[in-house]
């Protein structure tokens, strides 16, 4: 009897430790599992000009008409870009890699030439240290800190970009330190190549930004070689179905530059339908050259209404734009390709993210 039971006891005591090194080994790999991720998004879509010329100009390489403002230019039926981003988050270090692929990720890096025609894909490439729970270094190539759009589809409202998101940096490689301190303030203090430079350094100067947060709401500065530029992001919920976004800059480069406010109204109709407005007003300081005037402190009104249909991980949107400079642009040439002050367009696109 005394055999039995102790038999009994041995089975159910190698039984637990068996099923406590199962759940033990299953919570390391769940744990480990989730460190790493992959994500991204792919995007293509359709755009024309109604009231302008749709051709293309082989010569330059550059679509007749279009906004004078980064991605969605292409006419016709046209790819945006596959975003492929790999992460890993450890206990106190880690690393992102983001790859693009297609025509809009060659515009994001369109600053780094000695590869690019062999084939650059990065967009962003760092590694991140988290000294404390306050403290993280990054270290590497990041996308810009100024800015209420960003490079990837996903995360904008708008599929067509503004001014001053296309005339502000896109990314930047080099050193940035973040600091949390407090539930409401953080700061960013950053020494990085000259803008958009995120291959190397050709010049032997560096920049310096500086970021302060408060609630969301963010001042961002940036100065490189004698140019600067001061940027507002931030943006209010309003109600629970209504957001207000904000971005306002100021760029001066030995009296050339820019400046510009941009508004973001979004209501949300639904869980699965939202509406926006971007209405941005874009003043150049000298002939900067992003209205394509060719006249000295031209500006831009433009208005962009988009709509966003979720189905799924699939993003449908919907969007008219119009572009209304002071001056004949030639970057809104009509039928007969002749300079103009204004050009409305038509883009729909779609976005699948995972």
């Known amino acids: 009897m005394k055999t039995i039971i102790y038999t009994k006891y041995v089975k159910n005591l190698l039984l637990f430790a068996f099923a406590l090194a199962s759940t033990a080994t299953f919570a390391q790999e769940e744990e480990e599992a989730k460190k790493f991720s992959l994500s991204g998004s792919v995007d293509a879509y359709y755009r024309t000009n109604l009231n302008g010329d749709n051709g293309f100009d082989d010569a330059s390489g550059l679509p007749n008409a279009a906004p004078g403002s980064s991605f969605a230019n292409l006419p016709g039926f046209a790819l945006g870009m596959a975003n492929v ?27 780094s030439p000695l590869y690019s025609a062999t084939g650059n894909i990065v967009n962003q490439l760092y590694v991140y240290w ?16 100024l800015g209420y759009e960003v490079i990837s589809p996903v995360a904008n409202f708008n599929y067509s970009t503004s001014y001053l998101f296309s005339y502000g940096p896109f990314s930047h490689t080099g ?9 409401d303030f953080s700061l960013m203090l950053a020494i990085m190549n000259p803008t958009d430079q995120t291959e190397l350094n050709p010049t032997e100067k560096y920049a310096f930004g500086a970021q302060l947060g408060y609630s969301g709401q963010f001042l961002n500065f940036l100065a490189d070689d004698g140019a600067f530029e001061i940027d507002f992001t931030g ?14 800059a100021l760029y001066d480069n030995d009296d050339i530059g820019f400046a510009g406010v941009a508004l973001y109204p979004q209501y949300a109709t ?15 300081t000298g002939d900067y050259g992003a209205i394509g005037t060719g006249v000295e402190d031209s500006s831009v009104f ?8 979720t189905i799924g991980n699939l993003i ?27 050009l409305s367009s038509f883009v729909l696109a779609a976005v699948y993210s995972f």
């Open 130 to 145: 988290n000294l404390s729970p306050s403290v993280k270094l990054t270290f590497g190539n990041f996308n810009t800190f």
């Open 302 to 309: 433009a208005v962009t209404l988009t709509g966003s249909a």
């Open 175 to 183: 050193l940035k330190a973040d600091f949390t301190l407090s539930d």
């Open 85 to 111: 981003i790999a992460a890993y988050e450890g206990e106190d270090v880690g690393f992102v890699a983001d790859l693009v692929f297609g025509p809009r990720g060659t515009d994001a890096i369109f600053a």
């Open 235 to 248: 943006g209010f919920d309003l109600s629970d179905e209504f957001f207000l976004g904000i971005n306002a």
């Open 270 to 284: 639904s869980d699965n339908f939202t509406i926006g407005l971007r209405g941005e007003y874009f003043a150049e």
């Open 316 to 342: 449908i949107k919907p969007e008219l734009r119009l572009d209304s400079a002071s001056d004949d642009s030639f970057n809104f040439l009509d039928s007969d390709l002749a300079a103009q002050k204004s």
